[in-house]
């Protein structure tokens, strides 16, 4: 039974993202043979000019909690922060985006989440990060009624607070709700044991590829494949379709991998590619979007408004294909700042784009299930 309401609740992170811009001669970076990880060098007791130094609000709840805003969901956040000038801040950010505040707990003894961001060569930011409070909410949970919320969204929780997704998932499905997660599963098997302890009572779950690597990485021999998916004729192959993904020793074709993270319980699971594009399985058929072209400026946020989006467009009532178009361009959008909201689109902005690039033009059709129209999650 699903909560008789529209609201969402956001919980997860809020920070103040201090953003560096470095360029690319002033600074080094080396890259490992696998092409998929680098570094960027800083000399020790060497001042290096920055192109621009600039602070703005960011965190992934309150990145989640505005790009739903601004596509007219009614919207509030459980985030907490210090009572000093940076809580100040981010507290009225999302007061002016509309975004509920009842449930954004401050106090004086607190320390507000801090971040530097330092971007350079390809924009693809590396990040200092000061949790802060951040690592404190569950020790908040009592003080929601879940059964005020339709759907409750779970970002990245920070160091302690990773262990209050059962409990959190357990509150919502209590209270009748869906449930949405972009939980930032990395190489912590604690972490990845909690996530599976629950998956079976997630709705919808959001992955990059490297947290896909990451999570099969540690349980592949644990899961199986429960869910065929039956190739599409004519479908145009994307890039994991032909490679998939190397996983320990394997290469598990993508179809796999879908239907193994699906066999952990969420009918509804993205897979984003970066600039390669993003996969959506939503419990019928598996369907790829390439991504946008943009000139990045930043890649931070990139996640947030891509699985936002998705959230928000299945909630509207929008069908798949225009739920992953959306999310596509609301994520290319933000890759065009450095901050991870000056980009995020307004409802007006992506019904335009819609229009104007009707989302069957862009979007394969990879794949179908026979199973029933009951096992769609929204």
């Not at 530097?116 to 924009?123: A, K, R, T, V």
């Not at 225009?322 to 999310?327: D, V």
């Not at 994520?331 to 690039?357: F, W």
Request: charged share 15%; glycine share 8%.
């Amino acid at each position: 039974m699903v909560a008789q309401t529209n609201r969402i609740l956001v919980i997860g992170s809020v920070t103040i993202d201090n953003i560096v811009s470095v360029a690319q001669e002033a600074i080094e970076r080396i890259s490992l043979h696998n092409g998929e990880t680098s570094f960027l060098l800083l000399e020790q007791g060497r001042k290096v000019d920055a192109d621009s130094i600039s602070s703005h609000v960011g965190g992934g709840a309150a990145n989640v909690a505005v790009a739903m805003a601004r596509q007219d969901l009614d919207v509030d956040i459980l985030a907490l922060a210090g009572e000093d000038l940076n809580g100040r801040k981010i507290r009225q950010r999302l007061i002016d985006e509309g975004v509920g505040t009842q449930h954004f707990i401050s106090q004086p003894d607190w320390q507000t989440g801090n971040s530097i961001l330092i971007y350079s060569h390809d924009q693809n930011a590396a990040i200092l990060t000061k949790r802060g409070i951040n690592s404190g909410i569950g020790g908040q949970l009592q003080r929601v009624n879940f059964a005020d919320y339709r759907l409750i969204y779970v970002g990245c929780l920070s160091s302690h607070s990773r262990t209050c997704l059962p409990q959190i998932v357990e509150l919502a499905k209590a209270a009748g709700c869906l449930v949405a997660a972009n939980p930032c599963i990395g190489q912590d098997e604690e972490a990845i044991d909690q996530f599976l302890a629950v998956a079976e009572n997630i709705d919808y779950l959001s992955l990059n590829k490297q947290e896909t690597i990451a999570l099969l990485a540690k349980t592949h021999r644990r899961l199986y494949t429960k869910l065929p998916l039956l190739a599409a004729l004519g479908a145009e192959v994307p890039p994991l379709m032909s490679s998939g993904l190397h996983v320990n020793d394997y290469w598990l074709p993508l179809n796999d991998v879908m239907s193994m993270i699906c066999s952990t319980g969420p009918g509804c699971f993205s897979l984003t590619d970066g600039s390669s594009g993003a996969y959506l399985f939503d419990g019928k058929q598996l369907l790829f979007c390439p991504a946008a072209e943009v000139e990045p400026m930043g890649t931070a946020g990139a996640g947030d408004a891509f699985a936002s989006t998705i959230v928000a467009q299945l909630l509207q009532g929008h069908d798949s294909f225009r739920a992953l178009f959306a999310a596509t361009r609301n994520a290319a959008s933000v890759v065009g700042y450095m901050d991870t909201q000056s980009g995020l689109l307004r409802c007006a902005e992506i019904d335009r784009q819609v229009q104007a690039n009707p989302p069957m033009q862009s979007i394969s059709i990879l794949g179908n299930t026979l199973l029933p129209e009951d096992n769609l999650a929204f």
